[in-house]
């Protein structure tokens, strides 16, 4: 497994900025879809954000859609979440997730084995 590191969080006014990263310790990163998931209070966890092992092909919640961006840099095995124009409602614990079992792209919590801590995100309106 991978262990996954979240950092990049914090306060930021509504139309503000952040960008969230995730450093990956291990060999084989480059083998792994990675995601972002959310955590509201009181709320199950949300997917946000998801990208394949090459960087090639992503999926993006509704909510944030032309608003946020997930990257992956291989030299420094980190994936990135740049999230632009936020919101109050974008208030969560954002969590680092990957998997590699899947061939094609996954969306759901449980189909992700490995997880981070998580970051707190908050947006004051």
């Known amino acids: 497994q991978v262990q996954l590191v979240e950092s990049g969080g914090g306060l930021v006014q509504a139309g503000g900025s952040l960008r969230l990263s995730c450093a990956a310790s291990?060999?084989?990163?480059?083998?792994?879809?990675m995601g972002w998931f959310r955590q509201a209070p009181g709320k199950g966890r949300e997917f946000v954000a998801t990208?394949?092992?090459?960087?090639?092909?992503?999926i993006y919640a509704d909510s944030v859609k032309a608003r946020f961006t997930i990257s992956r840099d291989t030299a420094k095995n980190t994936v990135y979440l740049q999230m632009n124009k936020l919101r109050p409602e974008d208030t969560a614990v954002y969590y680092c997730?990957?998997?590699?079992?899947?061939?094609?792209?996954?969306?759901?919590?449980?189909?992700?084995?490995?997880w981070g801590q998580g970051t707190q995100v908050t947006v004051s309106s």
């Open positions: 997730a990957a998997d590699r079992r899947y061939l094609t792209l996954r969306t759901m919590s449980a189909d992700f084995g490995s």
């Open positions: 291990g060999r084989s990163f480059n083998s792994y879809q």
């Open positions: 990208i394949s092992w090459s960087g090639s092909s992503t």
